[in-house]
């Protein structure tokens, strides 16, 4: 069992910059791939960025490409999202989630509570 918990959320102006971090209880986190996913008041949770076990292959939804960059470190079970230029639309409660390689949240078997980011206009 992995629990994750999310932290780095907050309120920020657009074109800013938050650093998302998702922490794991366990050094299995290792072997899982890690994704991170948002949800917006009234729609569904929504892929934005994933990576491999290693950290080596990474895949962002194309509305998130070339400001987001997600990483992992996993000598200290740690994930994080670099969110850069973010714009109102980026507004969301954001999860990091554990399991396999996949864009689909079915396929993610731990996820944390969620941190809101909330980007001003």
């Known amino acids: 069992q992995v629990q994750l918990v999310e932290s780095g959320g907050g309120l920020v102006q657009a074109g800013g910059s938050l650093r998302l971090s998702c922490a794991a209880s366990e050094r299995t986190f290792s072997n899982y791939d890690m994704a991170w996913f948002r949800q917006a008041p009234g729609k569904e949770r929504e892929f934005v960025a994933r990576?491999?076990?290693?950290?080596?292959?990474?895949d962002y939804t194309e509305s998130v490409k070339g400001r987001f960059t997600i990483s992992r470190d996993n000598a200290k079970n740690t994930g994080y999202l670099q969110m850069n230029s973010l714009k109102p639309e980026d507004t969301a409660v954001y999860y990091c989630a554990a399991g396999d390689w996949s864009t689909n949240r079915r396929d993610y078997a731990y996820w944390g509570q969620g941190t809101q980011v909330t980007v001003s206009s």
């Open positions: 990576i491999g076990w290693k950290g080596t292959i990474t």
